[in-house]
Structure formats: structure tokens, C-alpha cells
């Protein structure tokens, strides 16, 4: 009965660990004009850092005039400077784009 209440303790932990650390969405949005595209690590899951001209602001709360995001750059995604961009972040990091 101790096991049970050990793996039911650790199933709930982890349950509630990837709930709000892993699906809680995009929290910020803007569309703007890429300006600069840089390799910030490479390996097995290189890394870029995209840096907008933010030309308007579509979901939460984006303030700044300038904006740098990451993300996983290995695959299909590819950012051009100076064409405009819809992107969702979460905590600076890539979740969702689309071309405008």
C-alpha cells in the first residue's frame, strides 16, 4: 500500500509539472519585419536568435519597439530579413509564425 501512494505522489507531481510548464500556451504576440538572423549555438539542436522590428502587437503584451526570439533552428522554418512575420512566444522562445 506504501508503493501506491509513492507512485500515485509522483504520478500527480508530474501530471501537474507538464500541465503548467509545457501547455499553457503562447502568452505573447506580434507581427513584425525580420532584421537580423543569427546562429547562437549548433550541435544537435542548433539554436537562432530572430530580431523583429515589431510593427503591432496581437496577443498579450508586447511594449518593446525591438524583439528577439529563439528557437530550435533545424528543419524546415526559415526566417528571411526583411520580410514580415505573425509570431507567437513563449518566454522569448518560437511556438507558432505564419508570412503576413
Known sequence: MKHFFV??????????????????????????????????E?????????SFEVLESVHGNVIKEKRTIKMVHDGPIEFKVGKTYSVK????????FSKS
Open 7 to 40: 507512485i500515485f505522489a509522483a504520478t500527480t507531481f508530474f501530471h501537474y509539472f507538464f500541465l503548467t510548464n509545457f501547455t499553457t500556451g503562447s502568452t505573447e504576440g506580434f507581427t513584425g519585419e525580420v532584421k537580423q538572423v543569427n546562429e547562437i
Open 42 to 50: 549548433k550541435g544537435l539542436f542548433p539554436k537562432a536568435e530572430i
Open 89 to 96: 512566444t513563449h518566454n522569448d522562445w518560437l511556438c507558432a
